[in-house]
């Protein structure tokens, strides 16, 4: 086992080479979301960097945790259980947000540990998930996904979502639960297609949400590879895995 492989404690994070790999990485994204920032005239303080750290282990998230961030996603259940456990057992202080397609027989264990849900995409989910918050004496909060593919209009163009058209009921039915917190919209710029375009649609949906709702700010949207057209286009939150985290192990 090599250095970068060992587990670490929170409360007594090594200075490893895997630690300074990770150091390095945020410093260039910060960097890169800094200068987003002030060529669109932001403030940094308006951004939460959320670290997406799929595929890899809890050690990583503890490191992390220890560098200063705070906000983690995971995308698949059946990995983040158990990792935010382990990294709770370490003491670390992270909050999970829940970024990928959920199932409603997932809800119950998503409800456990998550805090913020991203990807809330259709009204049953929303049923599924107050029950499971509501049963484990939590509040959640929730961001609808909205598909900027147009599955209609260009099948295998769609990463996920409801139809705009389907937003403002299923913000609705958000607003109507007891467990649940409307928080914004988020979306996944469609592949092969400009980030900047679809992040301006997915602004404008946010802005018509945010009448009706006016506590709806969050504005999930933006990857490693299109953070600065998301902050161009409003972006309150950035799901950033890759480019801090490097290439993902196979699953």
Request: glycine fraction near 8%.
């Amino acid at each position: 086992m090599n250095a970068a492989d060992q587990p670490v404690a929170s409360g007594d994070l090594a200075v490893d080479a895997r630690t300074a790999e990770l150091a390095e990485a945020l410093a260039r994204v910060e960097e890169r979301v800094r200068t987003a920032c002030a060529e669109s005239g932001r403030r940094r303080a308006e951004i939460t960097l959320v670290v997406v750290t799929k595929t890899f282990p809890a050690a990583d998230a503890v490191r992390l945790a220890g560098l200063g961030v705070h906000e983690l996603a995971e995308n698949r259940d059946q990995e983040a259980a158990p990792k935010a456990a382990e990294v709770a057992a370490a003491g670390a202080d992270v909050r999970w947000h829940f970024v990928g397609q959920l199932q409603r027989n997932k809800a119950r264990s998503v409800a456990r540990y998550a805090d913020a849900v991203h990807s809330v995409d259709r009204q049953p989910l929303v049923t599924a998930l107050d029950r499971a918050a509501t049963e484990a004496g939590r509040e959640l909060d929730v961001l609808l996904q909205v598909d900027l593919g147009g599955a209609a209009e260009r099948p295998g163009a769609s990463r996920g979502g409801a139809a705009p058209a389907d937003v403002p009921a299923l913000a609705e039915a958000v607003a109507g639960t007891s467990a649940l917190r409307l928080r914004g919209l988020m979306a996944v710029a469609p592949r092969e297609a400009d980030p900047a375009e679809a992040f301006a649609r997915l602004a404008a949906l946010a802005a018509d949400l945010r009448d009706a709702h006016p506590g709806a700010t969050w504005l999930s949207a933006g990857m490693s590879g299109d953070l600065e057209q998301a902050v161009a286009a409003g972006a309150t939150h950035l799901r950033v895995g890759s480019a801090v985290l490097g290439s993902r192990p196979p699953l």
